[in-house]
């Protein structure tokens, strides 16, 4: 079942004939779609060092290549500062027959993502809390937040919440959820733009034995509220540890109130969104709200 209505099919077979056109010293490598339960690009391995990401949504070409730029820009910053290992952006390619956009060319990245319902250990809370301070200690350069997306004001958020709602009767307590709303749309903004991943939970972290080995999906690394990174403490921690990141990180009442704030507009949209098409992407969703909820009094 697809979960965009604007969803592409991409096949293995057109990857394969793609890779070998545009990137011919690839040709005659294996080509094998890898498994995985994210929602924006479909992910190919080429060999045994390579990795290919095709986006799933439609969009105009010139747009979709201006994305795979920036993102590559921003993943080759990442990889740069961060104390575990992440992909490095190799090459961009071009539309071509059987699939209608560009596609990004990265290292691949060996080992395994926490499962949805992880709870890092206090060692993991360590990492994670190092991690976090080591993007932060990049410096922004005098850039700010910029776009749409989470990291910016949260009042922005209201038309998309307000459709979660509407989305939601039925299915959530929606009424507990509007007063959650209420209270941390007014939390006020105090502290200066960090440079920040964006999206620290499950699917696009790597873990072995208990630790932090890997980050995936580092295209987004820019400048945003603190609080998006430290949003991971309500996808990858239970409570006990959860406190021991936020002490690492030095997290103040508002800081760790906005944390919840983000984590929770992006936990409501997966839970209607995905009830049908992504089980695990619906399962995190609720099991984030739930943390959220039975930390938050409102």
């Known amino acids: 079942m697809a979960m965009h209505d604007d969803e592409i099919d991409v096949r293995e077979d057109v990857v394969r004939e793609l890779v070998a056109d545009q990137f011919p010293g690839w040709a005659g490598a294996p080509v094998r779609r890898v498994a995985s339960d994210g929602t924006v690009n479909a992910?190919?391995?080429i060999g045994d060092e390579v990795a290919a990401r095709f986006p799933l949504r439609r969009r105009a070409v010139d747009a979709a290549r201006a994305v795979l730029e920036r993102e590559a820009a921003a993943s080759r910053r990442f990889a740069g500062h961060s104390p575990v290992p992440a992909p490095r952006p190799i090459a961009i390619g071009e539309p071509g027959e059987g699939y209608p956009l560009p596609w990004a060319v990265q290292s691949w990245l060996p080992g395994t993502t926490a499962p949805i319902e992880f709870e890092g250990s206090p060692a993991f809370a360590h990492d994670l809390a190092g991690l976090v301070s080591a993007l932060r200690a990049t410096g922004t350069g005098g850039r700010v937040f910029q776009g749409n997306g989470r990291g910016g004001d949260l009042r922005d958020h209201d038309e998309?919440?307000?459709?979660?709602?509407?989305?939601?009767?039925?299915?959530?307590d929606v009424p507990h959820l509007r007063r959650?709303?209420?209270h941390f749309r007014e939390l006020p903004r105090t502290s200066a733009d960090v440079m920040s991943h964006g999206d620290l939970q499950p699917l696009n972290v790597l873990v072995a034995d208990g630790r932090l080995t890997g980050?995936?999906?580092?295209?987004?690394?820019?400048?945003?509220?603190?609080?998006?990174?430290?949003?991971?403490?309500?996808?990858?921690?239970?409570?006990?540890s959860r406190e021991i990141f936020r002490e690492e990180l030095n997290c103040d009442d508002l800081e760790w109130e906005r944390s919840k704030a983000w984590s929770f507009q992006q936990c409501l949209g997966a839970i209607w969104y995905y009830i049908d098409s992504n089980p695990a992407m619906y399962r995190m969703g609720r099991l984030v709200l739930d943390r959220i909820r039975a930390n938050t009094k409102v």
């Open 43 to 45: 992910i190919f391995r």
């Open 180 to 182: 959650l709303w209420d």
């Open 160 to 172: 998309w919440v307000e459709e979660c709602f509407v989305r939601s009767e039925g299915l959530l």
């Open 215 to 240: 980050v995936l999906d580092t295209g987004g690394f820019a400048p945003a509220d603190p609080a998006l990174d430290a949003m991971a403490a309500w996808y990858l921690l239970g409570d006990s």
